[in-house]
């Protein structure tokens, strides 16, 4: 009998790899950007430091703050800071912000923060971790679904409702929120060193809501986010839209300092009616270390856009148990060792060479395991 996960795991592979493989044949141009993304990050990650430098200067020209921070813990502390006596958030989907377990810290403070990507809602509520990088809730098929809101919601729904009318309730629930919310917080993408604009990816809805709404926009993320322009941004967040299967992308956000308006006399003049305030956190927290590694330097070019988990047979099997969260798979496997140095997530892989194969930037993931199971023993 097919456990819940293995029901979950079959659907998802039914509905994502021949989508993602339409797309990719009936948009052939989207290889030809994937390959120029590679060269592009190579190039940022030869001079990171300038490159970092050079966004928080940007960020700073269009009215936001920047802030390198080092760790999880001065990633925390700095959007304490920021955040003040302010008590209401709303998060859009960000894997940076659960590496620091941030969410997670703001609730211990007393916040009332609330993720509003439905499958992030999902785990929230649960409690789990989540089961791949851009789809967190993949681990729970419809009905189980249904029978968490139905609990949470107050019987707004069930497990024999529609996939319709549970997206509606949890949009019913997430609206007021957004509506009191005194601070967004995302993570961005992709990051323009030359303008120092966020790029936001998105289907649902909810960034645009939590980026325009709240007074304060924070954006958390990683410093192998950065791209050295606009025009490279776009061109990232296409090919992560059509590698996860999401393409045409219903939004693209991009973000740029706080609101602004030129309407009097063409004049630019800052707040309008978004936020008045911009704020952009680049985390390190093991990724310039990464970078100065020959054999980590590499796995510092994923995208994120998890197409190597569905390739993967260990995947199929382990599910979120393979992996730190939010990282987990192949990839995951790889950032256990950038951010937490746990070399061990690398010796489950049985290196098939699926996530090789169908990486969008070409990284050798299983040449950088092999790499860090070298490692793993070496540290022993």
């Given at each position: 009998m ?10 998802a592979l039914q509905?994502n790899?021949p ?6 044949s ?5 290889l ?8 592009t990050?190579?190039?940022?990650l030869e ?8 966004t ?6 269009t009215g936001?703050r920047?802030?390198l921070?080092?760790?999880?813990e ?6 304490d800071?920021i955040i003040?006596?302010r008590?209401?958030?709303v998060?859009s989907k960000?894997n940076?912000a ?8 703001l ?5 009332d923060?609330?993720?509003t990507d439905l499958?992030?809602y ?9 089961a ?6 993949l681990?729970?098929p419809?009905e189980?679904v ?9 019987g707004?729904?069930?497990?024999g409702s529609?996939?319709?009318e549970m997206v ?8 007021e929120?957004?509506?009191k ?8 993408n ?13 289907n649902e809805?909810n960034?645009?809501?939590?980026t325009?709404v ?10 192998d986010?950065i791209?050295p ?5 776009m061109k990232?967040l296409?090919?992560?839209?059509a590698y996860?299967?999401?393409?045409p ?6 973000s740029?300092?706080p609101?602004?308006t030129?309407?009097i006399?063409?004049?630019?003049v800052?707040?309008a ?6 704020h952009?956190?680049l985390?390190?927290?093991g990724?310039?270390?990464a970078?100065?590694?020959p ?6 070019l994923?995208i ?9 047979p ?9 992996g730190?969260?939010?990282y ?6 790889m950032w256990?060792?950038?951010?937490k ?7 489950l892989?049985t290196h098939?060479?699926g ?11 299983p040449?950088?395991?092999e790499y860090i ?6 540290h022993?």
């Open positions: 097919m456990g819940q996960w293995d029901v979950a795991i079959e659907r509905n790899i989508r993602v493989e339409q797309i990719l009936e948009n052939p141009y989207i030809d950007l994937a390959r120029e993304i590679r060269e990050k190579l190039a940022v001079h990171l430091d300038d490159y970092v430098q050079k928080i200067r940007a960020v700073e020209r936001g920047a802030y921070a080092r760790d999880a001065e990633a925390r502390k700095i959007v800071d003040g006596e008590k209401r958030v998060f960000s940076v659960y590496e620091v377990g941030l969410r997670e810290h609730v211990s403070r007393g916040l923060a609330w993720e499958g992030e999902l785990i929230q509520l649960t409690g789990e971790p989540p791949h990088i851009v789809f967190p809730a681990h729970m419809k189980a249904g029978d968490l809101l139905n609990r949470f919601l107050n707004a729904v069930n497990s529609t996939h319709e509606a309730a949890v949009r019913s629930f997430l609206m929120k957004y509506m919310a005194q601070v967004g917080i995302t993570g961005a992709a990051v323009a060193a030359d303008t120092g604009s966020v790029a936001l990816l998105e809805g960034i645009r809501m939590d325009v709240p007074e304060v926009h924070i954006a958390i993320t990683g410093i986010k791209v322009t606009l025009h490279d941004a990232e296409i090919v992560q839209a996860g299967g999401l393409y992308p219903s939004y693209i956000n991009i740029s300092g609101s602004s030129a309407d006399e063409l004049k630019r800052s707040p009616t978004g936020p008045r305030e911009f952009v956190i985390l390190d927290n990724r310039s270390m970078n100065r590694d054999g980590l330097r590499e796995a510092l994923c994120k856009c998890g197409r190597c988990y569905f390739s993967c260990v995947y199929r099997v382990m599910g979120a148990s393979w730190d969260p939010p987990g798979g192949p990839m995951g496997a256990s060792a950038i951010i140095g746990d070399y061990r997530q690398a010796n892989c098939s060479g996530c090789r194969d169908v990486c969008p930037v070409g990284i050798d993931i040449r950088v395991l199971k070298w490692r793993s023993v070496s022993e």
